[in-house]
């Protein structure tokens, strides 16, 4: 079956630090990508998406490409606010419309 | 983009008891999806739900423990049986549109 593999937590950077979030995945056919973000005590919230390859998602200064060679949607942002702090889910979409979601990784930005 | 409104978005619950939880979207759609996500862990899917049939279970989950029902394409409901404080988690509903799944607030049961 589909799966989604994210690199391990916690990550933790100083404020304006770049950031990297791996991301890789199997599938049959060509899923749709997301990340989600899930903020202390708050729910799950789309962050961007990718529906096809070579696209690039973007939302709030964290983008991610689907490299449809590599596998992979690894996340990236310039420049980290402590505000960022959150945890982040990988997934794929697949054409059961089903989400499969990799492990979740912990951000810690500090000031 | 539809709503999806979920309740309730937290309770606490004595062991043995069951807890109901709602998912209500405003607008109709074919497979609703049910979540677990335990704590500090990624989400697992639970079961799908489809209007007029029985909900298909994963691995690991099944319906005496799990019920679900989906009377209409805009509701659903996934019940918490006989709990134990194993069954602490936010539990959440989602739908899938185009490209897209959306996501109810959840609900963070915790099992005293």
């Known amino acids: 079956g589909d799966s989604v593999t994210q690199m391990e937590g916690p990550v933790t950077l100083s404020e304006e630090a770049f950031l990297t979030i791996n991301c890789t995945y199997t599938?049959?056919?060509?899923?749709?990508l997301f990340w989600y973000v899930q903020y202390p005590g708050e729910g799950l919230q789309l962050l961007l998406k990718?529906?096809?390859?070579?696209d690039k998602g973007s939302n709030k200064g964290f983008e991610a490409t689907y490299r449809k060679e590599t596998t992979s949607f690894h996340l990236e942002k310039g420049s980290v606010q402590v505000s960022d702090s959150a945890v982040y889910f990988c997934a794929s979409h697949n054409a059961g419309n089903m989400l499969t979601f990799g492990g979740g990784t912990r951000l810690m930005v500090k000031p | 983009s539809a709503v999806i409104s979920q309740k309730p978005s937290r309770d606490i619950c004595q062991r043995g008891t069951s807890l109901t939880i709602q998912c209500q979207v405003d607008?109709?759609?074919?497979?609703m999806f049910w979540y677990r996500q335990q704590p500090g862990q990624s989400l697992t899917l639970i079961a799908t739900a489809n209007q007029g049939s029985e909900a298909t279970y994963e691995s690991g989950f099944v319906i005496d423990k799990f019920p679900i029902s989906r009377p209409n394409l805009t509701f659903s409901t996934l019940t918490v049986s006989n709990m134990s404080p194993e069954d602490s988690s936010i539990y959440l509903c989602?739908?899938?549109?185009?490209?897209?799944?959306?996501f109810g607030q959840g609900t963070r049961l915790t099992v005293v």
């Open positions: 989602s739908f899938s549109f185009v490209t897209e799944a959306f």
């Open positions: 599938a049959t056919g060509y899923p749709s």
């Open positions: 990718a529906t096809k390859a070579d």
């Open positions: 607008s109709q759609v074919t497979m």
